[in-house]
Structure formats: structure tokens, C-alpha cells
């Protein structure tokens, strides 16, 4: 099958949008995480020294841990929506093309 | 079987070393030194194996495609946990807290731009480097002289820190005169890559990977159980016992000013997606789902790890702060990075000391393997089959010439370890991420979603960012007054990356836009057909096929 046959079907043109769905918000979603942490350590880092409660505790320490989990939740999103959605699109196209993968 | 005098000879001279200087010296672990003996000597067995079923270049490069998504997870966490990030993230949080925390989160927040932007179309393009996919639709000769570059230069920084490190941790845990320690350095790591190739290098790096998950699990457990698993408990007890006190657990003076702290996250972020021996990790796997699957346990696992460091520097500052045997003249025995080393042995004894000790030398090993790997396959894929071979496709020559690339990279280590044994080389980790992401990062991200660049815009954009990227480090304070001893420094900043970073992108855009030739349109033409293959996988199969 051509190439330009491949970029008709409408299973490619739903790929390559299910794919720009995900792949801008959760790249910018780890890059504003990101640098809010390290624009806030440039300009306002008093604020993540402020102890939550009574103890000792900051919220820098609370914010730079969560980043941490924050990166793996991330990744496993999308590890998840790309088995459930962008690969039986990608399936179907190789399918449709004829060729084995 | 031709390499066994070699190996035997290694063995019994580092065995000599160390029973020597055991006998002189009392502080010399003999948990470690046999531990560590038997990590060369499973090590070594595997090289001999992978050897025999080394025979294509898909072999030798990217382990015939036959690794599992898991297998590579961890193979990639391994070549990231370095020691220098262990060692040293433990001792960042040991002297300075929160500062510490700064530096592992941005080793870990490239990771999910990797995962959803570069892993798929890489392993899609690609077939041994990254200059594959940088070059799919360009001129294949300087783009992978650019490319080439790049990785060269990272390798040869993120190396001499790496060899540095290493022989002045086997100095001091293991009694053994520097250059000794470098030489045996350098040369397990040429036998590793030489003769076992990828194979080899990936088990290397998974059981190095296995040894320090556990170890730092079982020092972080230890820590954690004498606070009931609170952190307010550990934080509290250290900001007690910190001469900084509760200055530890708000930034420091790590990151001043807001254009470093910029910088800093950029090289950090950015970088990962541009590491050479990161990125040719992601062809040992069969397919996009493979590689896709690879980035998230390796993200987990480095993720992980990161946590566990953190608990470790503040165990640090509590067992050892306390505790005037592991302090010469108020200074802790060794510096900062052995913060980690020393808690070993607070939390578990000489056992968990040997084991720790093991671990760290196993983990420097693994990581100056796949560095060495990286290197020798820009030299041989990319130099040597463009420029020598001129395209003409012979794996044996390419091979061959891989082979020789590894043992010449292995002598230029070990001599510049040498020359730099007095040098502060914290720095060029630094540098390499920078040049990553400067050079390695744009080129890459732009020729898998940029429709418009060109070949011109590609070589000026990436070596303009790649140059930008060295000089501003040497006239900047790190080279320019630490190293070279001036008075003040040229250019202010010590992380240039958001000045080269933005000349690299700028670079490529302009320099691509305004290339009116027939090649260049031809580049832009061939963008859709590169993209349906970057995206589907079709047409990527017989890449990984021999």
C-alpha cells in the first residue's frame, strides 16, 4: 500500500489527532509542573520554605516529592490511553496496509 | 575464550592490590573486595557468553532487538543511576537538604518529555543511533558528522566525571592507588563492550540496576524504620541535629539567581532527551510498544530511586552528624559523596559497608560501559560508515571498526582520569546535559515534527548550539576562575543552557526557513512519508530483522 494511501484512511488522520490530544497537554502538563517549581525557587523561594502546620515540614519538600510522583503519574497515563487508544488505531492502519508489522 | 589470559591476569593483580594494602591497612573491607570480585567475575561470564552470540551489527549495537520492555526499563534506570547521582544527590542532601531534592527532580522530569515525545518516533526511525532518525530525510554525511559530535562530546564529559569519581572512590574504599583504580576501570569496561557488544553491556547494567534498587531500598528501610516511617520524624530529627537547621528544608544557595535556576532545569530537563547512550537504549527493543513500555518502568524505577537517595541524605545527616568517627578536623571522611558510604556502615555494619561499597563500584562499571558503547557506535556508525565506508553497507568493516573505536575510547578515558585527578569534575556532568539538550535535543525533536527543517538549518542551528554550549561553560565562572583560576569570569552564569538552548532552536528555524534550494524542498517533501513511518511503525520492522 502507498504511502499516500496510508495518510488517506481515516484510522491515520484519527491516530495522528488521538496522538496531538495527548502527547501537548501532558508534555506541558511536566514542564509547567516543572518550572513553576524552579521559577518559584528563582523568584519566591521563601514561599517553599513555609512549614505546613506545626512541624517542620515545608511545602517545598511536600511540592518536590509530589514532582517526583507527579513524573511516574504521567508516564503511566500515557502508557495507559496509548494501549487503549492510540494502538488499535495504529493496529488497524498497519492491518490495512497489508504489510505484517 | 581468547581473552581469558587478560581477565586472569586482571583478576589476580587487583586481587594482590587489595590483599596487599588489606594486610597494611585495616580499614579495607574484605566484604567488598570479595563482593566486588564476584561482580567482575558474573560480569565477566556474561561477556564471554554475549560474545559468542555477538555476530551481526544489530547485535553488537542493539542486542539483536531481543530485549523485553521491562529488561530495558531497567537497563535505562541502570545507565542513569550513576554514582555520581547517587553519591552525590545523597551528599547534595546531606550538606544542604532541599537543594539536593532540586537536582534529582530535574533528572526525573525529562523523563515523561522522552516517553511522549521521542521513545515511539525514535524506535520507529531509527536503527543504532540517534543520528539515524536525525538524518532519515537530510544529507546523511553532515548530519552525522553534527550528530556524531554531539554525542562525542557528551560522552567524552559525562566520562571523565564518571572515571574521576570512580577512581577516587576506589582509592578510598578500597585502598588502591588512583591510577590503579582507573586502569582497571578502563579496562573492564573496554573487555565488557569489546568483545560482549550491547548483549553484554544491557546484563551489566541490569544486574548493577538490581544490586543498587535493593541496596538503596535496604538503607532507606533502615532509615525510615528508626523514624515510624514519617517523614516529619526524619525531617524533625534532622533539623535538630543540622548546623543549618531548618534552612535544609526550604532552596539554599544552590541556585541563586533566577537565570541559573532557569538554566539548570533546562540542561536537566532537556538533556535526558539528548543522551546518547540513553537514547540507543531504545533500539535494543522490538517495537514502539516495547519502547513505550521501557520509559515507564524505567521512570518508575528512577523515580524510585530518587526518593530513596533523599531518605538516605537525611539519614545521613542524623546517623552521622552525631557520630565524631566518621569526621577528620569537623570535615566528614572523603567529603560530602561518601555521605551515602558511611551511612552503610552506621545502619548495617562492615556487611552493609562491603555491600554499598560493591554496589558503587559495580554501578560506575556498568555506566562507563554504556557510555564507551555509545561513543564507539558514533565513531563506527556514524564517522566511519559515512565518511570511510561511504555508505557502502559492510556490518563486519563496521564492526571491526566499532571494536577499535571502544579500545581507543578506553585508553582516552583512562588518561584523561588521570590528567583530571585534581580536578573538580562535578562540573561536566552539568556540561554534558547541557551540550544534550543544546545540540543533541534540538536537532533530534525537530526533524521528527518540524516539517520545515532543512539540512542547513539543522548544521548551523546544532553546532551553533553545540559551540555555544562548550564555549559559554569555559569563560563562564565553573572553568574560567575554579579551573583556569581567573579573577572573575567572562560570561556570569554557570548553566548557560537557556542561552544555548534558545541559539540552537533559533539556529535551526531561521537557517531552515530561509533555505530556498531544490535539496531543501526535497527535505520538506519527504516529511509526510517520514511521519507515517514515525507513527505507525510500518516500514520500521526490518530495522531490528537481520
Redesign the interface.
Known amino acids: 500500500m502507498q504511502?499516500e494511501t496510508?495518510?488517506q484512511l481515516p484510522e491515520?488522520a484519527a491516530?495522528?489527532r488521538a496522538?496531538k490530544k495527548?502527547?501537548w497537554p501532558?508534555?506541558l502538563a511536566?514542564?509547567a509542573?516543572?518550572?513553576a517549581?524552579?521559577?518559584t525557587?528563582?523568584?519566591h523561594?521563601?514561599t517553599?520554605?513555609t512549614?505546613i502546620g506545626n512541624?517542620?515540614?515545608?511545602i517545598?519538600?511536600v511540592l518536590?516529592?509530589g514532582?517526583?510522583?507527579f513524573?511516574?503519574l504521567?508516564?503511566?497515563i500515557?502508557?495507559y490511553y496509548?494501549n487503549r487508544v492510540l494502538?488499535p488505531l495504529?493496529q488497524a492502519?498497519?492491518k490495512k496496509?497489508g504489510?505484517?508489522? | 575464550m581468547k581473552y581469558n589470559a587478560p581477565v586472569a591476569l586482571i583478576l589476580s593483580a587487583m586481587a594482590t592490590c587489595a590483599w596487599a594494602q588489606a594486610s597494611s591497612e585495616k580499614s579495607v573491607n574484605v566484604i567488598a573486595i570479595v563482593m566486588f570480585l564476584a561482580f567482575v567475575a558474573v560480569t565477566l561470564g556474561i561477556t564471554w557468553w554475549a560474545a559468542r552470540r555477538t555476530k551481526t551489527a544489530s547485535d553488537f549495537y542493539a542486542a539483536g532487538g531481543g530485549i523485553t520492555g521491562f529488561q530495558n526499563g531497567l537497563a535505562i534506570a541502570g545507565d542513569y543511576m550513576s554514582a555520581a547521582s547517587f553519591l552525590g544527590i545523597a551528599g547534595l542532601v546531606y550538606t544542604s537538604g532541599?537543594d539536593g531534592?532540586?537536582y534529582?527532580?530535574?533528572f526525573?522530569?525529562g523523563?515523561?518529555?522522552v516517553?511522549?515525545?521521542i521513545a515511539e518516533p525514535l524506535r520507529n526511525l531509527g536503527k543504532y543511533t540517534f543520528a539515524d532518525v536525525a538524518s532519515f530525510r537530510l544529507q546523511q554525511k553532515p548530519i552525522r558528522i553534527l550528530a556524531a559530535s554531539g554525542s562525542l562530546v557528551t560522552v567524552i564529559f559525562y566520562l571523565i566525571a564518571q572515571m574521576v569519581g570512580a577512581g577516587k572512590l576506589i582509592e578510598l574504599l578500597f585502598g588502591l592507588p588512583y591510577e590503579a583504580a582507573v586502569v582497571i576501570v578502563g579496562v573492564l569496561m573496554t573487555l565488557y563492550v569489546t568483545f560482549g557488544g550491547m548483549i553484554a553491556t544491557t546484563w551489566v547494567q541490569l544486574i548493577k540496576a538490581i544490586l543498587l534498587l535493593s541496596g538503596a531500598s535496604l538503607m532507606a528501610f533502615l532509615v525510615m524504620l528508626q523514624f515510624g516511617f514519617s517523614?516529619?520524624n526524619l525531617?524533625?530529627e534532622a533539623?535538630k541535629v543540622h548546623a543549618k537547621a531548618?534552612?535544609i528544608?526550604?532552596?539554599g544557595t544552590l541556585?541563586s539567581?533566577?537565570i541559573s535556576?532557569?538554566s539548570?532545569?533546562i540542561a536537566l530537563?532537556f538533556g535526558t532527551a539528548g543522551l546518547p547512550h540513553i537514547l540507543m537504549r531504545f533500539f535494543t527493543v522490538k517495537?514502539a510498544?516495547q519502547a513505550?513500555?521501557s520509559?515507564?518502568y524505567a521512570?518508575?524505577f528512577i523515580?524510585y530511586f530518587?526518593?530513596l537517595t533523599?531518605i538516605i541524605g537525611f539519614g545521613a545527616i542524623i546517623l552521622l552528624l552525631k557520630n565524631p568517627a566518621y569526621f577528620t578536623d569537623g570535615a566528614l571522611i572523603g567529603g560530602a559523596n561518601m555521605a551515602a558510604i558511611h551511612l552503610s556502615q552506621a545502619l548495617g555494619g562492615d556487611v552493609l559497608l562491603g555491600f554499598i561499597s560493591a554496589v558503587a563500584f559495580a554501578t560506575i562499571l556498568a555506566v562507563v560501559s554504556g557510555l564507551t558503547l555509545a561513543g564507539s557506535s558514533a565513531i563506527s556508525h556514524d564517522l566511519y560508515a559515512t565518511l570511510v565506508l561511504k555508505g557502502a553497507r559492510d556490518e563486519k568493516k563496521e564492526i571491526r571498526a566499532s571494536r577499535i573505536a571502544t579500545i581507543c575510547l578506553g585508553v582516552i578515558a583512562v588518561l584523561l582520569g588521570i590528567v583530571f585527578e585534581k580536578q573538580n569534575v562535578a562540573f561536566m556532568v552539568g556540561l554534558a546535559f547541557c551540550v544534550a539538550a543544546s545540540a543533541n535535543f534540538p536537532i533530534l525533536l525537530l526533524s521528527m515534527y518540524w516539517r520545515k527543517l532543512t539540512t542547513r538549518g539543522a548544521v548551523i542551528g546544532g553546532g551553533l548550539g553545540l559551540f555555544t554550549a562548550v564555549i559559554l561553560v569555559v569563560i563562564g565562572p565553573t572553568v574560567w576562575v575554579d579551573t583556569f583560576g581567573n579573577a572573575t569570569a567572562i560570561f556570569p552564569y554557570k548553566y548557560p543552557a537557556i542561552f544555548s538552548v534558545s541559539i540552537a532552536f533559533i539556529g535551526i528555524w531561521f537557517f531552515s526557513i530561509t533555505d530556498k534550494s531544490a535539496a531543501a524542498a526535497s527535505e520538506q517533501a519527504a516529511f509526510?512519508?517520514q511521519f507515517?513511518r514515525s507513527?505507525?511503525?510500518?516500514g520500521?520492522?526490518e530495522a531490528s530483522q537481520h
Open positions: 504511502l496510508i495518510r491515520y491516530l495522528t496522538r495527548i502527547m501532558l508534555s511536566t514542564i509542573a516543572y518550572f517549581l524552579i521559577l525557587i528563582a523568584f523561594p521563601t517553599l520554605g512549614p512541624g517542620v515540614t515545608t517545598g519538600m518536590g516529592l514532582i517526583i510522583l513524573c511516574m504521567i508516564t503511566g500515557y502508557v496509548a494502538e495504529t492502519i498497519v496496509a504489510g505484517k508489522q | 532541599f531534592l532540586i534529582a527532580i530535574g526525573l522530569v523523563w515523561p518529555i516517553l511522549v515525545l517523614f516529619e525531617f524533625a533539623v531548618n534552612a528544608m526550604a532552596p541556585v539567581d533566577p535556576a532557569i539548570l532545569g530537563m517495537d510498544v513505550r513500555r520509559v515507564f521512570t518508575g523515580g530518587y526518593i533523599f509526510d512519508a507515517v507513527q505507525t511503525g510500518i520500521a520492522a
